[in-house]
T-cell receptor, first 114, second 114 residues
């Protein structure tokens, strides 16, 4: 199965509403969970990340929550704005200790309707 | 700092041709990565390196080769280009241990194989 599963693949919300994107991972040793935003034709850029010793992290309108027992983490965007429209990717590390690399989810295309 | 620099930005190859995608970083990061992103899809890890002289296969290594002779450079080689290798290729680097630190992406190389 996939190392990192991401849902939904597309999400459309009205401006001002909240958006939630969920990811599950398979490696219980994973301890770092970033979220990247990719605008059309651009490179992915880190928007927020969380480490396994905390359950939630916030940065203005963006938050990430982590449930290590269930092996899933979520991105929450509140008061969405049209400029939040983009593709969002979650990621988690895989590989042997000392030689790990980030594996990405399949992405969520978020469309914020004005 | 220029960050992660990739060349070329665009390239069209004929089937069977070979080429090298260049990637260099000036942040003294030990960890470097190559991802490919097919149209409308997520990022797939091709190869990565935890330091000079060390490389590891990722999720989709077939048809590619890498080398890491210096900390700064991590070129990706395509020996016999195939249409399935049409994609956008992103190089990235990270500080600290791999898989537990943010990735810094280059702007990508858009490759078309016809």
């Amino acid at each position: 199965g996939e190392n990192v599963e991401q849902h939904p693949s597309t999400l459309s919300v009205q401006e001002g509403d909240s958006a939630v994107i969920k990811c599950t991972y398979s490696d219980s040793a994973s301890n770092y969970f970033p979220w990247y935003k990719q605008e059309l034709g651009k490179r992915p850029q880190l928007i927020i990340d969380i480490r396994s010793n905390v359950g939630e992290k916030k940065d203005q309108r963006i938050a990430v929550t982590l449930n290590k027992t269930a092996k899933h983490f979520s991105l929450h965007i509140t008061e969405t704005q049209p400029e939040d429209s983009a593709v969002y990717f979650c990621a988690a590390p895989i590989g042997d200790t000392g030689r790990r690399a980030l594996t990405f989810g399949s992405g969520t295309r978020l469309q914020v309707q004005p | 700092n220029a960050g992660v620099t990739q060349t070329p930005k665009f390239r069209i190859l004929k089937i069977g041709q070979s080429m090298t995608l260049q990637c260099t970083q000036d942040m003294n990061h030990n960890y470097m990565y190559w991802y490919r992103q097919d149209p409308g899809m997520g990022l797939k890890l091709i190869y990565y390196s935890v330091g000079a002289g060390i490389t590891d296969k990722g999720e989709v290594p077939n048809g590619y080769n890498v080398s890491r002779s210096t900390t700064e450079d991590f070129p990706l080689r395509l020996e016999l280009a195939a249409p399935s290798q049409t994609s956008v290729y992103f190089c990235a680097s990270s500080q600290g241990k791999g898989g537990v630190a943010p990735l810094h992406f280059g702007n990508g190389t858009r490759l078309t194989v016809t």
